[in-house]
Structure formats: structure tokens, C-alpha cells
């Protein structure tokens, strides 16, 4: 993990279009079985179809135009309950627990192998894991899907991540840490940048610094904040100000999709003209609050970053880094995140626009004379990373406070280069 201050200011990582989840599903003359809607539920949802969640646009999605599905005439949230039980969650599930299970396969054995290989495994896609990814982030937004999605990946992930159960707190974590990555690597499985990386090497030096026997440093058990961080959004002028916070506040509640813009006027006291005359649309407006939330919680100078790496190196810095996104205070900034990447997935021109911007923060990280990673692919697992630890921070709320320099600092300082156990 590597510093993670432009992550958060950047436009999401996915290069790869989504466009339609690639599946064919045959199907006889007869009604749509239970089988059936639930496929066809599974492809929309992995398309990112949630307004046609329903039993007509399933039986549309499965070629029985005019002909609605029978026995499916349930709410949006009930369909997606049963394909997440049925359908996505079994190999979300699985997947995540492989990485976690890798972990220990790995210790035992000396041999980074079971773990490269289950993170590895994360990175096949599939209809079903794209539409467990959609209803992972949807999840964030509605209290009735939490219940089962959030409910039952808690369950698994607890356990490996509470010190109180795990053998120490240094190996609660490493098994953070790695189910931070693995869920990462699941939600920017569609990403063809992701997919085009040469990540072998990377996934390597990650495994190596997991299995990296380094002790746990003496850093200060409280997060770091700036103290010259911005109180506003728009210091300049107070009412947009007041309309981006209002916007944030709105999307970390229900989403871009349930955003509206009458609700938001009536929240900052303006009327919806007002917000048309700065703003051409909904979108234009989520990406700027989205932006200029970024920038406020961490300044693109870099400066808090800068003195936690001139105070205490860079290992540790990148630790309490990590623990200070993961905490309860940086709770909107993470929900901002994975909901500004499953709106990229499925806008083809925001996706244009984030591709741009990412190649010039890309250019200035790779080259610039801070650079501190050995490739592309280890950028990219940079973001899959932090992608990966706003869910792990909704399953497990806890894990801010566990000692991830264990695993920072053998990647910082070169230790993962070596075999594992290596001194």
C-alpha cells in the first residue's frame, strides 16, 4: 500500500467499459421459472439496470417482451435480496474467504503461492460477481439490502479481523489487509486497465509483505489530522457552499440514482433553478460536491502526507494513512468513493473523463521525483486497496485501529523483495 492522498482526490480507477455484462441465456417457449427471473435479475443487476429490476423488465431481459414473469411480482430490494443469496453473494463470499483462508495456507507453508493465487482468483470476472459488486455498493444506500448483503460478508470477515479472535493483533492486520485487497481486486474485476496490468510481480511483493514476519512499530495509537485542513467546501462563496454540503450529505444517504435535486434545493434552502443556473444536471453537480469534497478532506500539496513521512518514514506513514481512511471520521469520503465508481462503470463519457484524469495523475506519480512504486501494477493494486477498505470498514468498523505497519513497512523499505521469513 502506498500512499493513498491522490486516490481520494482522483476520479474512479475503472479503465474498462462496462457496457453490457456478457451472457447468454437460452430459455424455452414456457413462462420464466424461478431459475429464469433469477437470471435474468443477476444480468440486469451485473449491467447495472436497477430501474428495470422488476418483473417485466426481467422478462424483457430474457426475451419475453409483453410476457411479465410469473410468481415475480415482488419490490426491487426483495428481487436483489434473492440474487444476492442465490446468485452473487456465494461467490463473493467465496472468494473473499479464499483470500483470507490463502493467508493462512501461506504462513503455514512458508510459500506465498496459496495467497497469490486466491488474490489472483479475484480477479476472473463473472455475471454473478458484478452484480454481487452492484449490490455491495447499492448496499451502502439502503438499509433493507445491508441487512443481508453487509449482514452475511460481516459474518465471514469478522473473525479474521478481530484481535480478540485472531492468534495476535499483528495477524488481524494482515488478514485485513488482505481482505482489503482481495474485495478490491473483485470491484475492478471489469476494469480492462485492471485486467491489461502485468500484476504477477506486484501480487508477489504484496504476498511477501503479508508473510513478512516484521514486528509492530511504536507509532501513536491516535490519528494524525491537518490541522490546516479546509472547513468548507467553497470557502469563497457561502452558498454553494452550502449546496455542496447539501449534495454530499444527500448522496451518502440514498445514492447518485435516488438523488434528487428538488430534494437537494429544499435541504440548502435554494430553489432548483438556482442549482440549474451553476449546474447543468444532476451529474454535473454529484461530481463537483464529489471533487471539491476530496480536495477539502485532503489537499492535493500533499502536506499532511509529506510531514507523516518526514516525521516517521515512509513504512509507517503509509500505515497511519491507512488507519486514518479506515477510521469512523472518513466515512463520507469512502461512501463517496465506491458510489463514484459504480457511476463510472455505467457512463460511458464519465468513464472518458476518468480515464483522462487518471492517465495525468498517473504520469505524475509514475515519473515524478516522489515515485515510489516499481510498476504500473503497483498502482493499481494502490487502488484496489483502498477500494477494497471502504467495505472492509462497514464489516468490520474496527480494523482502523489494528497495526498495518507490519505490512506497510516490508513494502516500503524492500523486505517483500525477499523470500519470505528472510531477515
Keep these: 500500500m502506498s500512499h493513498i492522498l491522490y486516490i481520494l482526490r482522483g476520479v474512479s ?15 424455452a417457449d414456457a413462462d420464466l421459472d424461478e431459475n429464469g427471473i433469477l437470471d435474468g435479475a443477476t444480468a440486469l443487476l451485473a449491467e447495472g439496470r436497477w430501474s428495470l429490476l422488476t418483473r417485466v423488465g426481467v422478462s424483457a431481459r430474457m426475451g419475453r417482451v409483453g410476457r411479465p414473469a410469473r410468481g415475480s411480482g415482488r419490490s426491487r430490494v426483495d428481487l436483489a435480496r434473492r440474487v444476492w443469496v442465490e446468485r452473487a453473494g456465494p461467490p463473493l463470499v467465496a472468494a473473499l474467504k479464499g483470500c483470507l483462508s490463502g493467508l493462512d495456507q501461506a504462513r503455514a507453508r512458508g510459500d506465498r503461492a496459496p495467497l497469490v493465487a ?14 454481487a459488486v452492484e449490490l455491495l455498493i447499492r448496499a451502502c444506500f439502503d438499509e433493507e439490502l445491508a441487512s443481508v448483503v453487509i449482514g452475511q460478508l460481516a459474518a465471514e470477515a469478522i473473525p479474521w479481523v478481530s484481535p480478540s479472535i485472531a ?4 495477524m488481524a492486520a494482515r488478514a485485513s489487509y488482505a481482505g482489503c485487497l482481495s474485495l478490491g481486486l473483485l470491484m475492478l474485476a471489469r476494469s480492462e486497465g485492471m485486467q491489461k496490468a502485468g500484476l504477477p510481480q506486484a501480487l508477489d511483493r504484496q504476498a511477501d509483505a503479508l508473510l513478512c514476519p516484521t514486528g509492530v512499530a511504536n507509532i501513536p495509537a491516535v490519528h494524525v489530522k491537518d490541522p490546516v485542513r479546509p472547513d468548507y467546501l467553497a470557502p469563497t462563496d457561502p452558498q454553494l457552499d452550502r449546496l455542496l454540503r447539501a449534495t454530499v450529505d444527500r448522496l451518502t444517504s440514498v445514492g447518485f440514482d435516488r438523488l434528487r435535486v428538488a430534494e437537494v434545493a429544499r435541504a440548502a434552502g435554494f430553489t432548483e433553478g438556482y442549482i440549474y443556473s451553476r449546474y447543468a444536471g444532476k451529474q454535473a453537480l454529484a461530481l463537483d460536491a464529489m471533487r471539491r469534497h476530496y480536495e477539502a478532506v485532503y489537499p492535493f500539496d500533499g502536506n499532511h502526507a509529506e510531514r507523516l513521512r518526514a516525521t516517521y518514514g515512509l513504512g509507517l506513514a503509509q500505515a497511519m494513512m491507512l488507519r486514518e481512511y479506515l477510521g469512523p471520521s472518513q466515512r463520507t469520503t469512502r461512501l463517496l468513493v465506491m458510489e463514484q465508481l459504480r457511476m463510472t462503470w455505467h457512463d460511458p463519457q464519465l468513464m472518458s473523463r476518468a480515464m483522462a484524469a487518471l492517465d495525468a495523475q498517473r504520469a505524475i506519480r509514475l515519473a515524478g521525483p516522489t515515485r515510489r512504486f516499481q ?12 477500494r477494497g477498505a471502504a ?4 464489516l468490520a468498523p474496527q480494523i482502523d485501529r489494528l497495526p498495518y505497519e507490519v505490512i506497510t513497512l516490508p513494502l516500503s523499505d524492500g523486505v517483500a523483495t525477499r523470500e519470505p521469513g528472510g531477515a
Design 13 to 27: 480507477l475503472l479503465l474498462g467499459s462496462c457496457g453490457s455484462a456478457a451472457i447468454h441465456l437460452a430459455h
Design 118 to 131: 486466491a488474490f489472483a482468483a479475484c480477479r476472473v470476472r463473472s455475471v454473478a460477481l458484478d452484480a
Design 167 to 170: 492468534s495476535d493483533e499483528a
Design 375 to 386: 510498476g504500473e501494477s503497483d498502482l493499481f493494486l494502490e487502488y484496489a486497496l483502498t
Design 391 to 394: 467495505v472492509m470498514s462497514m
